[in-house]
């Protein structure tokens, strides 16, 4: 039996299972203050007998394994979980954890168990609480001297909006996220009408970062995942305005190909995060 944590900004997924497509009990955890939330993760896995935890995390966080702070969120994306080393809060659990990004581990398991299997390259974005980006390059994910943090690239910012993310303001996450949504139109974005001019602005500003995505890494796939891609009719804007401002400068082939949603849904994080402890 394994383990798997998704944890994220505003809940975290704990799981047991067979294999990361047998799942045997699952339960969702509101992401409070490290205390409280590493508590509850603990009580879960207290009921199971596991061989190996993975752990997909929100970050910035330490992933040299050979490093004493492997596992170490290095900065405050949440309030209170800067300095918390979660390989070492979560080794109650079990000592064998093997840990990476959020976004990592939901491409990891869209690439082996749902669109991404044929991708040589393939991306993984998530647009909920924050925006965050996973690239795989033939299954393994890119790192360089650290891990990718492409959710805080700079993009147009047209309206002068002055953007919510905690360390960058108007970064794509500022301008794009979820609670970006929130501040700029006053209310969630699922409680705006599919009319709303809302939703063709966060197509183009989506678009824009998908276009830096492309520019960089020239994937075979891009899977656009988290909350805010729960409204089903954004994929077709988003595929609309990246058309439009890559002019066809390169052929991107159809865009429905191109930029997809999950096959797992919104269990590409957990599947992910089981797949990491095989």
């Known amino acids: ?65 050979d490093s004493a702070e492997y596992g170490c969120l290095v900065a405050e994306s949440k309030g209170g ?14 000592a064998h954890i093997i840990i990476d990004t959020d976004v990592n581990a939901a491409a990891l398991g869209e690439y082996k168990y749902g669109v991404g299997k044929s991708a040589e390259t393939f991306v993984y974005v998530t647009v909920g609480t924050g925006i965050g980006v996973g690239v795989l390059i033939e299954g393994k994910p890119h790192v360089g001297d650290f891990h990718l943090e492409i959710g805080h690239m700079f993009i147009p910012d047209k309206d002068n909006f002055e953007g919510v993310c905690r360390i960058h303001g108007n ?6 996220s979820g609670p970006a949504m929130q501040s700029r139109w006053g209310m969630e974005a699922r409680a705006l009408s599919l009319e709303h001019e809302a939703w063709e602005k966060e197509a183009q500003l989506l678009a824009f970062g998908i276009i830096n995505i492309i520019s960089n890494h020239s994937p075979d796939k891009i899977v ?45 994080g957990i599947v992910g995060s089981l797949s990491l402890a095989l």
């Not at 509101?30 to 993760?41: E, Y």
């Not at 979980?81 to 079990?94: A, Y």
């Not at 595929?239 to 066809?248: C, M, S």
């Open 1 to 65: 039996m394994i383990g798997g944590i998704e944890l994220g900004g505003t809940k975290c997924i704990v799981a047991v299972a067979n294999n990361p497509l047998d799942i045997l009990e699952k339960k969702i955890i509101p992401t409070r203050g490290p205390t409280s939330t590493i508590l509850d993760i603990v009580s879960f896995f207290s009921n199971y007998q596991i061989s190996k935890l993975g752990v997909g995390s929100f970050g910035p966080l330490v992933l040299n394994s």
């Open 81 to 94: 979980w800067k300095g918390i080393n979660l390989v070492k809060e979560l080794s109650k659990i079990d």
């Open 171 to 176: 970064c794509w996450e500022g301008l794009a």
């Open 224 to 268: 656009l995942g988290g909350g805010v891609m729960n409204q089903k009719h954004l994929f077709e804007k988003v595929r609309l305005n990246v058309k439009k401002i890559w002019n066809g400068y390169t052929p991107l082939g159809p865009l429905s190909d191109l930029i997809l949603e999950p096959a797992l849904g919104s269990d590409s």
